[in-house]
């Protein structure tokens, strides 16, 4: 599946703040085509925070985002696939049905369901409703969500969790054939992956010193 | 385009396949309307005469029962995240899936209307009119349930905080809703202005509740 465009995402001294309490501030990066970006840090460090922020879920307490290489005025949320910690599976649905509404809606008419059906090796599956399915299959349901439509920036919180080793290696391909397309991935993780990570950007080392 | 309609055909889809909400909705309201004549006697007269309330004020409270599945199921599961990432803007997300309330549960209510008004002895002659207003009138029901619903959004056991949010706002589509009914009440000849005033809620919180709604779903999210 190609992209349909690339683009470059960067932050600008960016902050969070979860209840009064600052998480993070001055954050800035900048990602091109085909970079990917680690963030790591202990728990409560602002990692799913940072996640949702670039998602466009969270305000940012300052700084701004910018893109470049997409239409001026879209915002970054629809650039970009999120995998957070939810699945978004609707469990009265098959996993076909489930897939095939998202290909639908973040696709918007481009939309791959075969190729998502495929991605994670849930063809076999593919009729059977997704309240059946175990933990790490309805992580695969999710991560596949990632195929149903082409979308240049990756957000990806902690993906591997609830898989096994041969599944974790898959979406370790998966997250580098993306970049070698020219997408972006921005992966917060504790399972060592085969990526190479550009940048790596460890959050709350100030409080952990 | 083709991702609103995917919405909804997914949200009309779920109520079907899930079935307990639009049952639920059905069954409160037979129940309601079926022990209001054991409690006020066999009066037939009087009941004719309260039925057009009766019905109104059973349908409001049944599609109330099921207001809180408007967002509370997609919120939960993480949907309402990936939503808001999608290509619509999250007013349109969330007029949609009032649009689908209505389909999936003002619409089964406004065709349970007129079999429950027999019970209540309703002259047969009202029914048209009966139908029309309600009819015109559920749509402002479902998307004023929906900013009730996407205020509520996360804290537990919020039915009853959703009930007091929107029941006020649901008080000139009753007036209007019993009054297009009941032409003797308001005097002769009369069913057709409080049948625009319904229209005219309906247009106004179509326009309005989704922006309403999406204000309350960005603070839920974060």
Not at chain 1, 107 to 133: C, I, V, W, Y
Not at chain 1, 186 to 200: G, N, R, W, Y
Not at chain 2, 98 to 112: D, E, F, N, Q, S
């Amino acid at each position: 599946m190609q992209l349909p465009f690339k683009v470059s995402l960067s932050a600008h001294d960016v902050a969070c703040e979860r209840g009064g309490r600052t998480l993070f501030q001055g954050l800035s990066f900048t990602l091109a085509p085909g970079e990917a970006l680690l963030v790591s840090g202990p728990n409560g460090a602002g990692k799913t925070s940072l996640l949702r922020q670039l998602a466009g879920l969270l305000p940012l307490a300052a700084g701004h985002l910018s893109v470049s290489g997409a239409e001026a005025d879209t915002p970054v949320a629809e650039l970009c696939h999120a995998i957070g910690h939810l699945n978004a599976a609707k469990t009265a649905l098959t996993v076909r049905e489930n897939l095939a509404f998202w290909a639908e809606f973040l696709g918007d008419g481009d939309s791959d369901l075969a190729g998502a059906l495929a991605a994670f090796g849930l063809e076999p599956l593919a009729d059977f409703p997704a309240g059946l399915l175990s933990a790490g299959q309805k992580r695969k349901l999710a991560l596949s969500r990632l195929y149903a439509a082409p979308r240049p920036v990756w957000l990806l919180d902690e993906p591997s969790v609830s898989l096994d080793v041969h599944t974790v290696t898959r979406l370790d391909a998966a997250i580098r054939d993306h970049l070698k397309k020219g997408g972006i991935a921005i992966v917060s993780t504790h399972v060592p992956l085969k990526t190479a990570f550009d940048h790596e950007l460890a959050l709350g080392q100030e409080r952990a010193a | 385009m083709s991702a609103g309609l995917a919405l909804l055909a997914r949200d009309v889809r779920l109520a079907w396949r899930e079935g307990g909400a639009v049952g639920v909705a059905l069954g409160f309201y037979l129940i309601v309307v079926v022990i209001t004549p054991l409690g006020l006697g066999p009066d037939l007269n009087l009941l004719a005469r309260i039925a057009p309330g009766i019905l109104w004020v059973g349908l409001l409270l049944a599609a109330l029962l099921s207001a809180g599945r408007i967002f509370d199921n997609d919120y939960e599961d993480g949907t309402l995240d990936v939503l808001a990432t999608g290509p619509l803007p999250l007013s349109v997300v969330a007029g949609l899936k009032c649009l689908a309330h209505w389909l999936t549960t003002g619409i089964p209510l406004v065709l349970l209307a007129p079999v429950l008004g027999l019970l209540l002895n309703l002259p047969m002659g009202t029914f048209p009119s009966l139908m029309l207003a309600m009819l015109a009138g559920t749509p402002a029901v479902s998307f004023v349930a929906g900013i009730g619903a996407s205020l509520t959004l996360g804290l537990r056991r919020s039915g009853l905080l959703l009930a007091l949010l929107v029941v006020p706002l649901y008080v000139p589509i009753l007036i209007f809703g019993v009054s297009a009914v009941t032409p003797y009440v308001s005097g002769p000849n009369s069913t057709w202005p409080p049948f625009f005033i319904l229209c005219a809620l309906s247009l106004a919180s179509v326009v309005l509740a989704p922006l309403a709604a999406a204000a309350a779903l960005r603070t839920a999210l974060r």
